[in-house]
């Protein structure tokens, strides 16, 4: 049987509305992802800001762990995020091959849990907005991030430099 991509690496499950732009984003058939914010937002604003932080460390790996992937693929999903990040994209917490309506069932937090579970990596973050369902075990490795604000809030921002270089000293 062959491992799951990141198994025994360093990982970052990544969402993105309210962590790489504002959470009120949207979809259309005929338009797709849209925002529903004040004009000073942008959709994936702060992407280059993500890029930026990680660069220091090229071990770390992304999971998506974005509603995004359900309506696009993970593939199609990880375009969005440019060549730099994308390249370190190697899966995502849902996949095709899983009841969709079960996983849905689950707080965001327990999807990302049961990918560590599976995925078994030697050191992990998990950025979101989403504070609901995220069990006593992933203390310390979960950042709320701000709904608005995303990744740039000042306080998040301080906190996921410190724990990135803390993953990374390992």
């Known amino acids: 049987m062959r491992a799951l991509a990141g198994t025994g690496g360093l990982l970052l499950y990544l969402d993105f509305d309210g962590v790489l732009h504002h959470h009120d984003v949207w979809w259309h058939a005929r338009i797709g992802a849209y925002m529903r914010a004040p004009d000073q937002y942008k959709i994936f604003q702060h992407l280059d800001?993500?890029?930026?932080?990680l660069a220091p460390y090229p071990e770390i790996r992304i999971i998506l762990s974005t509603s995004w992937v359900r309506r696009y693929g993970c593939s199609k999903t990880?375009?969005?995020?440019?060549?730099?990040l994308r390249e370190r994209v190697v899966g995502a917490t849902f996949h095709s091959r899983m009841n969709e309506d079960k996983f849905m069932e689950l707080p965001r937090g327990q999807q990302v849990w049961n990918d560590v579970q599976r995925r078994k990596p030697a050191g992990w973050l998990a950025l979101d907005d989403d504070g609901d369902g995220w069990p006593e075990e992933s203390a310390g490795h979960f950042i709320k991030t701000h709904e608005t604000e995303g990744i740039s809030d000042a306080q998040v921002l301080a906190v996921l430099?410190?724990?990135?270089?803390?993953l990374c000293r390992r």
């Open 78 to 84: 990880s375009k969005q995020l440019g060549p730099r």
């Open 161 to 166: 430099k410190e724990r990135l270089e803390a």
């Open 49 to 53: 800001l993500l890029e930026r932080l």
